[in-house]
């Protein structure tokens, strides 16, 4: 599954465990334990019938998803380059175990034992994979019409009565981020759309490492790197 | 609320405290008089003049005893208020003391004085307590809990109050019994089962005491909800060991059958508890559907459908306070989808105001059983008490939260374990059980037990949490508002983890969760809801919820005032994609249409004056705004207003399509009626700028859908604005609305005006 270098010292660990433990930007303190990859490699067979890799119609075919609004984007999500910590850009058809590992593992939660440095980490991690979520065309902006775009999913539901109000909530979402980020604008400036950067002092509240978790990635880690 | 500075008057919380003991001290002696004189009382309205002297004609009598039970009652409510309002005059006591000390202070003051005068105090009546003074308070919590935090912590909460209490109880009855065992106790007399029943009254956490101390130190909210959601759920823990124990004391013995029959009725009384609660809250969400025409009554039916489900529930033994709670849960998103907005704050204020004076008057009442009841000090058992309260509450804290963190995603910190630990306060609730206590031998002693448990729990640590938290810097509660984009997120985020968990194949909490939604969306809410609105989502409802408050906000700081400094420097052309040559903003109207629209509008101004519907003391009146506000300060108003406006309220004219039954109001309740202008402008641009000579401006502002009984010429200016609206559509909806003035045409000037508009 691709060879990587292994720290010197180190027990033998599957280059997926220290993969998807070891973002570039930030010290990494533990990784998805061997049973948890255990149980999502089961899986990965189960969705790809036993084949090699994943396509977007093996997630199609989920019936769980079916039902919900944000699909296409959660689906992408698992396509898109960004994510897999390479610093990538664009999109793939189909991908591998390795990719779907690295991918889930910005699920996992933030051990009792982090430093605030190690939380902060995690928490920059979940919310640049939202914000890769958003930001469609790679540009590192998420413009109105994204923004409008992803509100208008969200009601997608609601049929005529949401497509017009998600122009008016997401417009007023953007306000509000330009009031936080840019504090006073001269009237004819123009705000470009929100940058990583302000989308961090946007959810700089919202606790996003307690809440963007899924549980079964829960399970005790052994501390696998340092 | 902010303490009053009152430099010079801070002497005047003694003197209203004195005042008010006189009060009372007065109301009792009156009472013992009338009581006297009660038995040659005769109903004053039948005076006979029987014996034949004739007396002469009363002119100024005195019947005390008419009215002596509201009047007791009220001059006990009038004190309990009074002192509320005492200490928050005196700002340094407030800061330092909870409030529920200083009212046991109050209590134990009014009770010393009422026996100093040799008169018989009044004691918390069991029955006054359970029935009136608690269901307020537990109503008020239950209607505001914060659901989502609620039910995440869920499987805590229930750990702690269930196995909590349990393993509280039996430590402590355990423990008071070999206490009791000690030879130099004399305690002898104390038997097993007595202490039990002791361990199981002391050890639950008390949901008042938790709310009165938790309130004023604004912890961090999944602190707040671990400990308050405990107190109340272990109501049916403590009802179940209560009525169990008690049955045993008369029984005698005990078998494995009976505490088998004991683990059933726990689960009896529980789930009993909770459906009996969510069949009342049904209830009212349904009946809340058809008060759509009775707005006045809205707030009543909330209320007594809860009361009544905290009645059914003790008529079983049920735990009435989770089917009180679950009422609430249950009533509450139904309910507020269906009332208006008047009926909501009233709901939120009366439910405020009630278990505000509960809680005064409980910890009053406390006080002053203190002083009355009799007392049967026992050092030993006291001081063991105490100390075995705390040992055991400290180690059932630690010993579950080490089982709970193995499940939790979000653990539990060593802080976090002593601030639970450390807020389990006790309160009034165990105070009543143990006066409902029947074996008078030891019941005096443990009532003195309790008594002072109570006030150290009280005292000591709800005067000590502020330092403590501030010390250990634990997590405050996040002051910041809801804003549009968490909720986004917080919804974006929902169906994110259910997707996720979809893919995994894993049917956690998120899968379930979703399942609920979706199951209640498709048939709970059809029923329940009036209307449109069952079908609207919970992103729109809360988008509607903030901009309305943005408005009534916006009105209500009136001219001139300040604006949220956060977004007063950005408007919408700073956000909005920058276009080649800006258009026009104003639409093209015909010529007729515009004609059509100006002879309308000249109607209806005449007859705006006079829209007062007629007088109903059963209506909610909202009078136009009338005539004394100066014409030029109104102008300067409706532009300011204009502008505000513009940067937040970005309403698509659909919204105002939406039937009648929809109550979002904008009348705002200052009725600083502003009938806006309707953006007409003539072809030609700005040649038909009013005359300046005449800038009489008055516009109509019509934001809000038309009352069913509102004169046809409002209605007909209503949809001509909604129809130029519509024709605005195609340029962006959110542009500054440019608003031209009319000149005022009004009933004296209809020449002059009508020349103006000329083509």
Request: proline fraction near 3%.
């Given at each position: 599954m691709g060879a990587l270098q292994s720290a010197p010292g180190q027990p033998e660990y599957t280059d997926l465990a220290e993969k998807t433990g070891c973002p570039r930007f930030s010290p990494c303190v533990f990784s998805v334990s061997f049973e948890q990859i255990a149980v999502l490699h089961k899986r990965f067979k189960q969705l790809s019938h036993n084949e090699e890799t994943l396509r977007r119609d093996h997630f199609e075919k989920i019936p769980d998803l079916a039902c919900n609004p944000i699909r296409a984007q959660i689906i992408g999500a698992f396509f898109d380059k960004r994510n897999y910590r390479q610093n990538g850009e664009g999109s793939v058809e189909e991908i591998g175990f390795e990719e779907f590992l690295v991918v889930m593992s910005h699920f996992r939660p933030p051990s009792m034992h982090f430093t605030e440095e190690q939380r902060e980490g995690i928490r920059r991690e979940k919310l640049r994979f939202l914000f890769n979520m958003h930001d469609t065309d790679n540009d590192g902006t998420i413009t109105l019409e994204e923004y409008r775009h992803v509100v208008e999913e969200l009601l997608s539901r609601s049929g005529a009565l949401g497509k017009e109000t998600a122009k008016s909530i997401a417009d007023a979402a953007m306000l509000e981020v330009a009031s936080i980020s840019m504090g006073h604008m001269e009237p004819d400036e123009f705000y470009e759309g929100i940058t990583f950067e302000h989308f961090l002092k946007l959810l700089d509240g919202f606790e996003i490492e307690s809440k963007m978790n899924i549980r079964f990635l829960n399970m005790d880690t052994a501390t696998m790197c340092k | 609320g902010a303490p009053l500075r009152l430099p010079l008057r801070t002497g005047s919380g003694p003197v209203l405290l004195l005042l008010l003991l006189l009060l009372v001290s007065v109301g009792s002696a009156i009472h013992d008089a009338v009581s006297g004189t009660n038995g040659t009382n005769v109903d004053p309205h039948h005076?006979?003049?029987?014996?034949?002297?004739?007396?002469?004609?009363?002119?100024?009598?005195?019947?005390?005893?008419?009215?002596?039970?509201?009047?007791?009652?009220?001059?006990?409510?009038?004190?309990?208020?009074?002192?509320?309002?005492?200490?928050?005059?005196?700002?340094?006591?407030?800061?330092?003391?909870?409030?529920?000390?200083?009212?046991?202070?109050?209590?134990?003051?009014?009770?010393?004085?009422?026996?100093?005068?040799?008169?018989?105090?009044?004691?918390?009546?069991?029955?006054?307590?359970?029935?009136?003074?608690?269901?307020?308070?537990?109503?008020?919590?239950?209607?505001?809990?914060?659901?989502?935090?609620?039910?995440?912590?869920?499987?805590?909460?229930?750990?702690?109050?269930?196995?909590?209490?349990?393993?509280?109880?039996?430590?402590?009855?355990?423990?008071?019994?070999?206490?009791?065992?000690?030879?130099?106790?004399?305690?002898?007399?104390?038997?097993?089962?007595?202490?039990?029943?002791?361990?199981?009254?002391?050890?639950?956490?008390?949901?008042?005491?938790?709310?009165?101390?938790?309130?004023?130190?604004?912890?961090?909210?999944?602190?707040?909800?671990?400990?308050?959601?405990?107190?109340?759920?272990?109501?049916?823990?403590?009802?179940?060991?209560?009525?169990?124990?008690?049955?045993?004391?008369?029984?005698?013995?005990?078998?494995?059958?009976?505490?088998?029959?004991?683990?059933?009725?726990?689960?009896?009384?529980?789930?009993?508890?909770?459906?009996?609660?969510?069949?009342?809250?049904?209830?009212?969400?349904?009946?809340?559907?058809?008060?759509?025409?009775?707005?006045?009554?809205?707030?009543?039916?909330?209320?007594?459908?809860?009361?009544?489900?905290?009645?059914?529930?003790?008529?079983?033994h049920l735990s009435g306070i989770m089917s009180l709670i679950a009422c609430g849960v249950m009533m509450r998103?139904?309910?507020?989808?269906?009332?208006?907005?008047?009926?909501?704050?009233?709901?939120?204020?009366?439910?405020?105001?009630?278990?505000?004076?509960?809680?005064?008057?409980?910890?009053?009442?406390?006080?002053?059983?203190?002083?009355?009841?009799?007392?049967?000090?026992?050092?030993?058992?006291?001081?063991?008490?105490?100390?075995?309260?705390?040992?055991?509450?400290?180690?059932?804290?630690?010993?579950?939260?080490?089982?709970?963190?193995?499940?939790?995603?979000?653990?539990?910190?060593?802080?976090?374990?002593?601030?639970?630990?450390?807020?389990?306060?006790?309160?009034?609730?165990?105070?009543?059980?143990?006066?409902?206590?029947?074996?008078?031998?030891?019941?005096?002693?443990?009532?003195?037990?309790?008594?002072?448990?109570?006030?150290?729990?009280?005292?000591?640590?709800g005067m000590t949490i502020r330092p403590l938290v501030e010390l250990l810097a634990v997590k405050r509660k996040k002051e910041s508002k809801r804003s549009i984009n968490e909720e986004i997120h917080t919804q974006f985020l929902d169906h994110l983890l259910t997707g996720i968990e979809g893919i995994c194949g894993h049917y956690g909490h998120h899968h379930w969760k979703d399942k609920l939604n979706r199951f209640n969306k498709t048939y709970v809410k059809r029923w329940l809801i009036a209307g449109d609105r069952s079908t609207e989502p919970q992103l729109i409802s809360f988008y509607n919820k903030l901009e309305m408050k943005q408005a009534i906000m916006l009105v209500e700081s009136g001219s001139g005032a300040k604006l949220p400094t956060t977004v007063s420097a950005i408007s919408m052309q700073n956000v909005q994609p920058k276009e080649a040559p800006r258009?026009?903003?104003i639409p093209t109207i015909s010529k007729s249409r515009e004609q059509e629209i100006r002879k309308i509008l000249r109607a209806n101004l005449q007859n705006t004056r006079q829209r007062l519907r007629s007088y109903s003391r059963h209506d909610l009146m909202i009078d136009p705004f009338e005539d004394n506000m100066s014409e030029i300060r109104f102008r300067r108003q409706k532009v300011e207003m204009q502008r505000r406006m513009s940067h937040y309220l970005t309403v698509p004219a659909n919204r105002q399509e939406t039937p009648p039954v929809r109550k979002v109001c904008f009348e705002p309740e200052h009725q600083v009626y502003n009938y806006d202008a309707i953006a007409i402008e003539s072809p030609r641009g700005r040649d038909s700028r009013p005359t300046p000579s005449s800038p009489n401006d008055v516009s109509l502002l019509n934001e809000s859908p038309q009352k069913p009984n509102q004169s046809s010429t409002t209605r007909a200016a209503g949809d001509v604005e909604l129809r130029v609206k519509t024709e605005d559509e195609q340029e962006e909806q959110d542009q500054l609305k440019l608003s031209r003035c009319l000149s005022d045409p009004g009933p004296n000037q209809e020449g002059e005006g009508g020349s103006s508009f000329r083509s």
């Open positions: - | 005076q006979s003049n029987s014996s034949g002297t004739k007396k002469p004609f009363p002119v100024l009598s005195f019947n005390y005893d008419h009215v002596r039970m509201p009047f007791e009652i009220s001059l006990w409510i009038l004190l309990a208020l009074l002192m509320k309002l005492g200490f928050h005059i005196i700002p340094r006591v407030s800061h330092v003391v909870p409030e529920s000390c200083l009212l046991i202070v109050v209590g134990l003051l009014v009770g010393g004085f009422i026996k100093a005068i040799g008169e018989e105090a009044p004691i918390l009546d069991s029955k006054l307590f359970f029935l009136y003074l608690l269901p307020p308070i537990i109503l008020d919590a239950g209607y505001f809990l914060p659901i989502r935090a609620f039910t995440e912590n869920m499987g805590t909460i229930l750990v702690f109050a269930v196995v909590g209490t349990l393993w509280n109880s039996f430590f402590i009855g355990g423990m008071m019994y070999g206490v009791c065992q000690i030879e130099s106790a004399q305690l002898g007399a104390v038997d097993l089962l007595s202490c039990l029943h002791f361990g199981c009254i002391i050890s639950a956490v008390d949901p008042v005491a938790v709310l009165a101390v938790f309130e004023e130190i604004h912890i961090h909210e999944l602190l707040y909800i671990l400990v308050f959601g405990e107190s109340l759920l272990n109501d049916a823990v403590t009802v179940v060991l209560y009525h169990l124990f008690e049955e045993f004391s008369h029984a005698g013995t005990v078998t494995v059958g009976d505490a088998f029959l004991g683990v059933i009725c726990f689960f009896v009384v529980s789930l009993g508890g909770i459906m009996v609660g969510a069949i009342y809250g049904l209830l009212g969400a349904f009946t809340s559907r058809f008060t759509s025409h009775t707005r006045v009554i809205e707030p009543l039916f909330v209320f007594l459908y809860s009361y009544m489900a905290y009645l059914s529930a003790e008529v079983f998103p139904y309910v507020e989808a269906n009332i208006s907005h008047k009926s909501y704050t009233t709901i939120k204020y009366f439910l405020k105001m009630w278990s505000s004076v509960s809680e005064t008057l409980i910890f009053i009442f406390l006080g002053v059983s203190t002083v009355a009841g009799p007392h049967a000090w026992n050092w030993t058992f006291v001081i063991f008490t105490v100390i075995i309260c705390l040992v055991s509450r400290v180690l059932g804290v630690i010993g579950l939260t080490y089982v709970i963190n193995k499940f939790r995603i979000v653990k539990l910190t060593k802080k976090d374990q002593f601030i639970v630990a450390y807020g389990g306060l006790r309160g009034a609730i165990a105070f009543s059980l143990g006066f409902l206590l029947t074996n008078s031998q030891v019941k005096h002693m443990f009532l003195t037990a309790i008594i002072t448990v109570i006030f150290f729990t009280v005292f000591v640590q258009q026009r903003v």
